[in-house]
Nanobody
């Protein structure tokens, strides 16, 4: 079992930055590929970014965030991060951290473990 807890959400003006953190416990963190998803009211939960297991050498991003967001991991801290720069109002959503063994995936159904989410609100 893996428990995931997101933090770092908040209110930011357009063009600003936030760094989300996801702290994992309960299993060997380095064995899991990690992902970030987001969900706005009335919309489906959508893929944001994913990072490969162990070294985290492989990353993938949704086209909507590519070049603005960066996913990274620190296995010593059992934590995955999402650095969000140049934020836009359309980035407003609840952001969820997810984990799976072992390969990266863009499909939310492929992830076995989910955090409770953290709200990100970007004002114009």
């Amino acid at each position: 079992q893996v428990q995931l807890v997101e933090s770092g959400g908040g209110l930011v003006q357009a063009g600003g930055s936030l760094r989300l953190s996801c702290a994992a416990s309960g299993a060997a963190f380095s064995n899991y590929a990690m992902g970030w998803f987001r969900q706005a009211p009335g919309k489906e939960r959508e893929f944001v970014a994913t990072i490969s297991w162990n070294s985290g050498r492989i990353t993938y991003y949704a086209d909507s965030v590519k070049g603005r967001f960066t996913i990274s991991r620190d296995n010593a801290k059992n934590t995955v991060y999402l650095q969000m720069n140049s934020l836009k109002p359309e980035d407003t959503a609840v952001y969820y951290c997810a984990a799976r063994l072992t390969a990266t995936s863009r499909d939310r159904s492929a992830y076995n473990y989910w955090g409770q989410g953290t709200q990100v609100t970007v004002s114009a």
